[in-house]
């Protein structure tokens, strides 16, 4: 083996052992930081994270962990910018396409978010059903996830849809039927446009979505900050 190559190999080995934390919910071998991040990007671009409103402009953020509007009544990031791999932003760019041409738009609430996050969640939540349980992580930790509504363009305003974001209602269920036909609508036209392009929805939550191919990506935990 090449000697350079082989103290290359040894350089990256003590940045990863350096840079490694500790998680207690789960094996720490599974949760990717930055050192380990940039390498697989570096493989695959099509797994950087991305800024969501440098490929979709006229998006609405209302990223409500980064404000105490939220169901922890506390701010949970440090930066209200929102991120998500860029084969998922590529999708949600056509969706985004598509519904332009009806007069509406996106209204993102959510996307990725760090591990760390994901732990203060269950540690801190008052009901640990309603948050990802970190023994798994969440496909947000995977910047495959996607919270978000519709609204319309000339109003600015969201549409009518069942409850409002992180509702713990049956009403927030993605096939509860027992609604006004108008939210039914609108949350059905949401639902097949996402899934056109690759989304989809969590059965409990109708604002939810999953990237489809979001087994293929690693969970991380690095702060917004960093990227």
């Keep these: 083996m090449n000697r350079r190559y082989l103290i290359l190999l040894i350089f990256v080995a003590c940045a990863l052992r350096v840079n490694a934390q500790h998680y207690k919910y789960i094996d720490s071998a599974k ?13 695959n671009p099509d797994k950087q994270l991305v800024e969501i409103k440098k490929y979709i402009p006229e998006i609405i953020l209302d990223l409500r962990y980064a404000t105490t509007n939220n169901f922890m009544h506390r701010r949970m990031y440090t930066r209200a910018k929102a991120y998500a791999r860029l084969s998922v932003v590529k999708a949600l760019q056509q969706v985004e396409a598509e519904l332009k041409m009806q007069g509406l738009g996106i209204k993102i609430y959510d996307a990725y978010r760090p591990y760390s996050v994901t732990v ?7 009901d640990t ?9 969440s496909k947000h930790n995977r910047g495959c996830a996607i919270d978000l509504s519709l609204i319309n363009l000339k109003t600015g305003k969201e549409l009518d849809m069942p409850t409002g974001f992180d509702s713990f209602s049956r009403k927030a269920g993605a096939n509860y039927m027992d609604l006004p036909p108008q939210q039914i609508a609108n949350r059905e036209l949401l ?3 996402m899934a056109k392009y690759g ?3 969590l059965s409990t939550e109708w604002w939810h979505y999953d990237f489809i191919g979001w087994a293929g990506y690693e969970l991380l935990d690095i702060p917004v900050q960093s990227l």
């Design 199 to 201: 989304f989809k929805v």
């Design 191 to 193: 639902k097949t446009v």
């Design 129 to 137: 059903n309603f948050v990802a349980d970190p023994r798994k992580g």
């Design 120 to 126: 203060n969640f269950y540690e801190m939540a008052p």
């Design 31 to 43: 949760i990717y930081g930055i050192a380990r991040y940039k390498l697989q990007v570096k493989a």
